[in-house]
């Protein structure tokens, strides 16, 4: 998985505020008009950002409030468990997303050890900020020892520190119900849950919530060209989403289209199936519910769920 970067959904902008005094009738002169300023101070950058944060907590209330008045879609718990089997069938060659807790190899992807259910990869963040969060809540755990050195190689593929230990000290952890759930905490935190919002909020179905979500994992939750959110803007500049009044068609089209060009130019001769005979079979099929039954492939292998 690609890093999870810095994105300021939430930033605040810089407001030049200024003082707007009316003068009716021309009944007040320059002098009047300069007294009455100095008597208003004017905004600090202390309340511009205070107003900006104002405003970005009510816009997410009223998104709040208009997700809650939607179907529950991707985060129903049977689609939410069909999700995983998709994602799993990607990521570990299998639906049985619950036995992958305790599996970590290096891919030779670039990235490190990728480990546990969604792929967390000691090279790109999510695998460094998952242990830290862990060893918060359960300090002295099998993995604690190893974060100075997750830090050190966090951003490259580097085994230095965490050789030859880490990889029996993961299997070892995931053991623990505690870990595995915190597998799935941090699974939803950084992927599932943004994917399905943001997927909500363009006006995207089940289907187009899903395509959202595995590529947030795949591409990771990036502003960049290769990241998910520079894959959205690339999509919204060809075709516009559902909540635009566009096509959710042709919008999740220019998405994949924008996805599988985005994989090829990292990797060229990568295979792309996990995109071209899964969720394009899908929006093909006209599928925008991500109804059962479904019957897909990635990497030559067929999978079924009835």
Not at 50 to 74: F, M, S, T, V, Y
């Amino acid at each position: 998985m690609k890093r999870a970067g810095v994105l300021l959904l939430g930033a605040f902008p810089v407001i030049a505020a200024g003082v707007y005094l009316a003068v009716p009738d021309g009944s007040k002169g320059p002098a009047d008009t300069a007294a009455a300023a100095s008597a208003s101070p004017p905004a600090t950058a202390g309340s511009a950002r205070d107003d900006a944060k104002d405003r970005a907590e009510e816009e997410r209330a009223a998104d709040d409030a208009l997700i809650a008045d939607l179907p529950p879609g991707l985060a129903a718990p049977a689609k939410k468990e069909l999700a995983q089997q998709l994602v799993s069938s990607a990521e570990n060659s299998t639906t049985r997303w619950r036995t992958a807790y305790g599996t970590i190899e290096d891919l030779g992807d670039g990235d490190g050890y990728t480990a546990g259910v969604i792929g967390f990869c000691t090279g790109t963040h999510d695998l460094l900020t998952l242990v830290e969060r862990y060893t918060e809540a359960h300090p002295g755990n099998g993995l604690a020892a190893y974060l100075p050195a997750l830090r050190e190689v966090d951003g490259s593929d580097s085994h230095e520190g965490l050789d030859p230990g880490f990889t029996a000290a993961w299997k070892a952890e995931a053991q623990v119900p505690a870990f595995r759930a915190a597998q799935e905490e941090e699974r939803d935190r950084v992927y599932f849950d943004p994917a399905v919002r943001l997927a909500k909020l363009d006006g995207l179905g089940t289907l187009g919530q899903f395509v959202y979500y595995d590529a947030m994992v795949f591409h990771g939750p990036d502003t960049d060209a290769e990241g998910f959110y520079g894959l959205r803007e690339r999509a919204m500049a060809e075709a516009g989403t559902p909540g635009q009044g566009g096509s959710e068609e042709a919008y999740l089209d220019a998405f994949l289209d924008a996805r599988v060009r985005a994989m090829r130019a990292k990797r060229p001769g990568i295979d792309t199936s996990r995109v071209d005979t899964a969720q394009r079979r899908f929006l093909a099929a006209g599928n925008m519910e991500l109804a059962t039954p479904l019957v897909w492939e990635v990497y030559g292998d067929t999978y079924r769920i009835p």
